[in-house]
């Protein structure tokens, strides 16, 4: 959807670098997410915010850590890259709904890492 | 937690046969949606079920929620080689503190050959 857009679309690093993956939206929604998808294993929840001063782990947190800039951005990062954090990295974002439903997921176009 | 499993893993089928996916979850779940990701794309909604037994339709694709709110599945009438892609099936827990999150299965990777 080209109202959630990610930066950059690919990288390659090495082991040990810092790497940040940038989110943006112009959807005016309040939440956001980030997901990792890996062959077989779907999509899974690193992090979610549900507003500016609102961060939740999600899953499969280790190793990342994210910052809500705005209602609009979102940043993933990586504070030291390993390889087995090599995988499509998507942002996502919903709006907000009464407690207790959850309004669909609107999902940027990917960023895929690679770290060696 | 709460887990959702999705079968087959992988689906080959011809052109014009038809194809199911189901999903399951370990909990109940408040809704369920559908996803649908292209090769090389991102996933892209396509359709929410809220009631329990509901069954809704799109064109050539019919989705359907448990009685118990704990399955579905989506079936694809007649494929065509546009139905290519991974299907994936998401919910959040109901009630609790899961509100705004959805969990994923790992989804359907379908292929169709003309």
């Known amino acids: 959807d080209a109202d959630v857009t990610q930066t950059p679309r690919n990288r390659i690093t090495k082991t040990g670098k810092r790497i940040m993956l940038e989110c943006s939206q112009t959807?005016?929604?309040?939440?956001m997410y980030w997901y990792r998808q890996d062959p077989g294993l779907g999509l899974r929840l690193i992090y979610y915010?549900?507003?500016?001063?609102?961060?939740n782990k999600g899953e499969i947190s280790d190793g990342y850590s994210v910052s809500r800039q705005a209602q609009a951005k979102f940043s993933l990062s990586l504070e030291s890259a390993i390889p087995n954090q090599t995988a499509l990295y998507f942002c996502?974002?919903?709006?907000?709904?009464?407690?207790?439903?959850?309004?669909?997921?609107?999902f940027g176009p990917g960023t895929r890492l690679t770290v060696l | 937690g709460q887990q959702v499993m999705q079968i087959p893993q992988y689906q080959h089928v011809q052109e014009g046969e038809d194809f199911t996916t189901y999903c399951n979850s370990s909990t109940t779940l408040s809704n369920i949606q559908w996803y649908k990701q292209r090769p090389g794309g991102h996933p892209v909604f396509l359709i929410q079920l809220v009631k329990s037994g509901e069954v809704k339709k799109q064109k050539r694709l019919t989705f359907q929620f448990g009685e118990a709110k704990k399955n579905s599945s989506l079936h694809i009438t007649a494929t065509q080689t546009t139905d290519v892609g991974t299907y994936f099936c998401a919910g959040p827990r109901a009630g609790g503190t899961s509100y705004g999150k959805l969990t994923f299965g790992q989804g359907t990777i379908l292929t169709v050959h003309p």
């Open positions: 996502a974002t919903s709006a907000r709904r009464l407690r207790d439903t959850t309004d669909t997921q609107y």
């Open positions: 959807k005016g929604h309040d939440r």
């Open positions: 915010s549900f507003d500016v001063k609102d961060i």
